[in-house]
């Protein structure tokens, strides 16, 4: 067990022997166990991708590390301290892009800024360098109903970037994009990442996606979810997501992953 007076620091942040229950409305329901029994711990950096079958409590991890909801057991810890309210020292990109209809983008991605006091010629300057990164210039002033979805959500994730957390949730955050997109914006993130590398633990259902971006990768059961196995990525770095299917190795991973994940659809 880890000393939270001691934290190692080599750990961004860790779960330990997380049970997660949902008592559901109404009477005579029973409590519904989503977790049961995780732990885990990331580095510094690492960019970790979570897979598993639909319910087994994936969004719910990273809940718990937004703070969003507590564990019924365990401990949810973010740099050696526990998680006990809402955490905002994380950034959080879920599959809306969650941008204010009355900001224009240029002032959506300086939104986290502002919040975090940051000076106007400071804002202005980290918001243009991360929109011009993502081939956004031009597009300042438009309204997010004047942006197509994928600018939509580019604009989403520079937001939550630029705020320079160091740690960054995401869930399935490419989910409702064209399979062409999603491939731009996966190398989009990968080299934003790269600039000052968070911690990141991604929500995906994508195996080739989650290949393509993590260096480890994280299965679950089917619900109560409880870790499954763990894969090290050690495809080289920087990754060409639009060949990583050509890149050795990736098809036994690939197959390792659906392996998994079919056996717990299949007993769900
Ligand atoms: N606030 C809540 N109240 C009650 N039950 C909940 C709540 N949040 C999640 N659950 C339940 O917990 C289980 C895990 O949900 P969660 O959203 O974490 O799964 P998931 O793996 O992210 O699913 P998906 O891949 O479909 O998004 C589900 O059965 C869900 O219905």
Redesign the pocket.
């Known amino acids: 067990m880890v000393d939270p007076a001691n934290p190692p620091l080599d750990e961004a942040i860790r779960l330990e022997a997380v049970y997660?229950a949902?008592?559901?409305r109404g009477r005579s329901t029973q409590p519904?166990l989503?977790?049961e029994d995780v732990s885990f711990a990331a580095r510094p950096g690492e960019f970790i991708s979570?897979v598993?079958?639909?319910?087994?409590?994936?969004?719910?991890?990273?809940?718990l590390l937004a703070g969003l909801?507590q564990p019924s057991a365990g401990r949810v810890m973010h740099h050696g301290r526990a998680v006990t309210g809402v955490n905002t020292e994380v950034g959080y990109i879920t599959q809306d892009d969650n941008l204010l209809p009355w900001r224009s983008m240029a002032r959506n991605v300086e939104y986290g800024l502002e919040l975090r006091r940051v000076p106007k010629d400071e804002r202005r300057r980290r918001a243009r360098e991360f929109i011009e990164l993502v081939g956004l210039a031009g597009f300042e002033n438009h309204y997010p109903h004047e942006l197509s979805g994928g600018m939509r959500k580019r604009a989403g994730i520079v937001r939550t970037l630029a705020y320079d957390s160091d740690v960054v949730l995401m869930?399935?955050p490419f989910g409702p994009l064209d399979a062409q997109t999603r491939v731009i914006l996966q190398d989009e993130l990968l080299k934003l990442w790269e600039l000052r590398r968070p911690t990141v633990l991604f929500?995906t259902?994508d195996l080739v996606e989650a290949i393509a971006l993590s260096d480890r990768i994280i299965t679950?059961t089917c619900?109560p979810?409880r870790i499954k196995r763990e894969y090290e990525v050690s495809l080289p770095r920087p990754r060409d997501v639009f060949h990583i299917h050509d890149v050795p190795r990736f098809r036994e991973l690939y197959d390792l992953l659906w392996d998994d994940i079919r056996m717990e659809i299949a007993a769900t």
């Not at 409590?57 to 990273?62: D, E, F, I, P």
């Open positions: 997660k949902f008592v559901p519904l989503a977790l979570l598993g079958p639909s319910g087994c409590g994936k969004s719910t991890v990273l809940n909801t869930d399935e929500v259902h679950f619900r979810g």
